[in-house]
């Protein structure tokens, strides 16, 4: 059963703006995403959509502007964090999914989704659980203790979603997730992606060129010189 959208954000931005030297990657962007929502940001090379996602998850600081975190605990200023803080916070609260994976080729698929959680202080036994079951979910029974390097593109970007949701994170980043992949491996990745993001009521932001993937968001941001320039709802 697909979640229905909270009214309020989760996630909430307000006026971003970074510049690199003369060039603007985000002139003054608002952004926000509840509970069991979906937002792609598209946009040519250069517009801003990363730089954006960057922000967001707190991986680099806005030049000015606001970023705030809904959690149980209360409202989150991301931006007035320190890097340590904003480490933390990507470990516990987000979860990320690139288009390579950026997975460990010497660890098994198991051992790459338990990672994060025993960073986070989680026995072996425990940690190797949780993902064991997260694979099952994204249809990877009986994969748990292949390498990377055994898996097949679709495969591992699934290993990859696993480990990104294993910590319970309430925001889910991806950026290209199905860059590297075919038409069809990138529906199934999008269809694991979606189900297992905001169809448990988390949120999803994608950055991605694709409009296919583009049209299984529940809105669309298009993105140009660092601003805003159209928003569409698909669902």
């Known amino acids: 059963m697909t979640s229905v959208p909270s009214p309020y ?21 608002d952004f926000r995403i509840a509970a069991g929502e979906s937002v792609a940001i598209m946009g040519a090379s250069g517009s801003g959509k990363t730089t954006l996602l960057h922000c967001l998850a707190g991986i680099i600081k806005p030049d000015s502007g606001s970023v705030a975190l809904t959690t149980v605990g209360g409202v989150v200023n991301v931006v007035a964090l320190g890097e340590k803080e904003r480490s933390r916070l990507r470990r516990e609260s987000f979860g990320f999914v690139f288009q390579q994976g950026f997975l460990l080729p010497e660890l098994t698929a198991v051992e790459n989704v338990a990672l994060p959680l025993m960073l986070g202080g989680v026995t072996r036994t425990v940690a190797e659980q949780d993902a064991a079951g997260w694979l099952a979910a ?7 203790t292949r390498r990377i390097g055994q898996l097949s593109g679709g495969q591992a970007q699934r290993v990859a979603i696993a480990r990104a949701q294993v ?15 075919d038409s069809t491996t990138s529906a199934e990745v ?30 669309v941001l298009q993105l140009a010189d660092g601003r805003i320039v159209d928003e569409a709802v698909t669902a």
Request: aromatic content about 4%.
């Open 9 to 29: 954000p989760v996630l909430s931005a307000g006026a971003l703006v970074k510049t690199y030297g003369s060039a603007v990657a985000l002139g003054g962007v």
């Open 190 to 219: 999008m269809d694991a992606l979606i189900g297992s993001t905001t169809g448990r009521g988390r949120s999803l932001v994608v950055v991605t060129h694709d409009e296919n993937v583009a049209a299984r968001c529940s809105r």
């Open 138 to 144: 994204l249809g990877l029974a009986g994969f748990e």
């Open 167 to 181: 910590t319970g994170a309430s925001v889910v980043f991806a950026d290209e997730p199905t860059g590297a992949l």
